[in-house]
DNA sequence: TCTGGGGTCCTAGGACCC
DNA sequence: TCTGGGGTCCTAGGACCC
């Protein structure tokens, strides 16, 4: 939540030093991110230890593209992102092992993990960022006791407990705690914890000199260019930056950031989970397709999917959108990329109403002689259910709870052993996703090479 | 010829994140 | 041949209103 609004911003008196030791002094705060290492290829290694000390690859849906990497992987090269067809080379010569994502099994360690994070913060002191990524304000620790030291013990129990790796970085603010995490990731000799709060100026400084400025949280591929060309490189060279002359240049958002950055926070913690403002469920096919049909069988399951997800967080929607892709990669194809949002006059999670309306859509938007990629939903409008008890702000999942082994034991129950590594494969009963290359013998398995 | 001023709401698109 | 899915926020511009 902004704590700066975009107008106040613009003639803020707190880009003045003295306002900012009194700022400072009247309520600092000291925060944590704590960041499953390779959060993917991580829990895959707990249900299979042949995998660790080897490179490793987790798959995105269809097996398409590298959405995880061990660090054996990254120090091989492998890209982030990169499609699977265009490292078969490099998988076959160096022998990396490679899984299909099983997100159920993901989610279900994480929710573990968050658990036991809980437990070193007082209520209302945690903000679960995203499945393995964490926000611990350690304001009430600071006085008494050394961060560091504190940080360590996270890890040591995240690693004992539950077998997972992690880092933790410490700031003032949200933003710091981002980029004193990705030093305790990069620069071995924290050991995995980073703490900036407890450095001297001067020793922060050269640290941030040698930060290329893209590493900052919210400045991603487009600000990185567009800083660089203003001679802006590193993170020391954009906090020396006057803020007004970024805000004129770049908005709201960069101001913030750099406040953020010198330690001052415009972004508070949100430790309640707010319901979404859009519900979006949306599927690649592993093949083209060119039938109507095809993509309204597909809707119809999109539409499932997103009102039962609708449904469990207590709200209804008033508008639905439709989007059909092509294949941008195949330029020999003629390209078409509509989309058509539908109201459905008063707020509903109705599934029939819902279908009706996303069918309705569709019939308008559809093309013949196209081949589609892929196919979406999105729920926007959100509003509360009325009288709805939303189970968002339920209990947290209980540390030692029999769901999480319970997942997994139905799994392998269902499926063998072997089955941790299903993912999108899973879904292949459904044409409209079933993958167009051959496989390997366990269709539930994915990849295995090696 | 010359065509107010300010506000809200909505939407599309762009940037970012994991 | 083969290229993920699900979110957030901000901004600009148009419609509309008084």
């Not at 991580?42 to 959405?67: H, K, Q, W």
């Not at 209804?316 to 990329?337: E, F, G, K, S």
């Not at 209980?398 to 494969?425: C, D, K, N, W």
Request: hydrophobic content about 40%.
């Amino acid at each position: 939540m902004a704590v700066l609004p975009a107008a106040e911003s613009r003639t803020s008196p707190i880009a003045s030093t003295t306002a900012t030791a009194d700022l400072r002094l009247a309520g600092q705060r000291w925060v944590a991110l704590v960041d499953i290492n390779n959060c993917y290829v991580s829990c895959e290694r707990l249900f299979d230890a042949s995998l660790y000390g080897r490179p490793v690859v987790v798959l995105s849906n269809n097996d398409g593209c590298v959405i995880s990497r061990s660090a054996e992987a990254k120090a091989l090269g492998i890209p982030m992102g990169v499609p699977l067809f265009q490292i078969r080379e490099q998988i076959r010569r160096h022998g990396i092992r490679v899984r299909s994502s099983n997100y159920v099994l993901y989610g279900e360690l994480s929710r573990r993990v968050m658990a036991l994070l809980a437990e070193f913060v007082g209520e209302g002191e945690q903000e679960v960022y995203s499945i393995d990524e964490c926000f611990l304000d350690l304001t009430g620790h600071q006085p008494r006791y050394d961060l560091s030291a504190l940080g360590q013990q996270i890890r040591q129990r995240l690693q004992q407990w539950l077998g997972l790796p992690a880092c933790v970085g410490i700031g003032h603010t949200r933003t710091q705690a981002k980029l004193a995490n990705y030093l305790a990731k990069k620069q071995a000799h924290w050991q995995g914890v980073c703490d900036l709060t407890a450095l001297s100026t001067g020793e922060r400084q050269a640290l941030q000199q040698q930060i290329p400025v893209g590493e900052v949280w919210g400045i991603g591929r487009q600000l990185s260019r567009s800083l660089n060309t203003l001679g802006i490189a590193s993170v020391q060279q954009l906090v020396e930056t006057p803020i007004p002359v970024l805000q004129r240049r770049f908005g709201v958002v960069m101001a913030r950031t750099v406040y953020e950055l010198q330690g001052i926070p415009c972004l508070s913690l949100e430790t309640h989970q707010q319901p979404r403002q859009q519900l979006i469920c949306s599927r690649s096919f592993g093949q083209l397709i060119t039938q109507l049909a095809d993509l309204q069988e597909a809707l119809n399951w999109y539409v499932m999917r997103a009102a039962e997800r609708l449904r469990k967080q207590g709200s209804c929607c008033t508008l639905i959108t439709v989007m059909l892709r092509t294949n941008r990669h195949r330029t020999q194809d003629a390209q078409y990329y509509p989309s058509l949002t539908l109201g459905t006059g008063h707020p509903t999670d109705d599934v029939r109403v819902l279908n009706r309306l996303a069918q309705q859509a569709l019939s308008q938007i559809f093309k013949p002689g196209y081949n589609y990629k892929k196919a979406g939903i999105v729920l926007t409008g959100i509003v509360a259910r009325e009288g709805a008890t939303s189970d968002l702000f339920s209990a947290p999942h209980p540390l030692h709870s029999e769901r999480f082994m319970g997942a997994v034991e139905a799994i392998t129950a269902r499926y063998g052993r072997q089955a941790i590594g299903l993912g999108g494969s899973a879904l292949q009963d459904r044409p409209w996703h079933m993958a167009s290359r051959q496989r390997s013998t366990n269709p539930l398995m994915g990849w295995v090479v090696g």
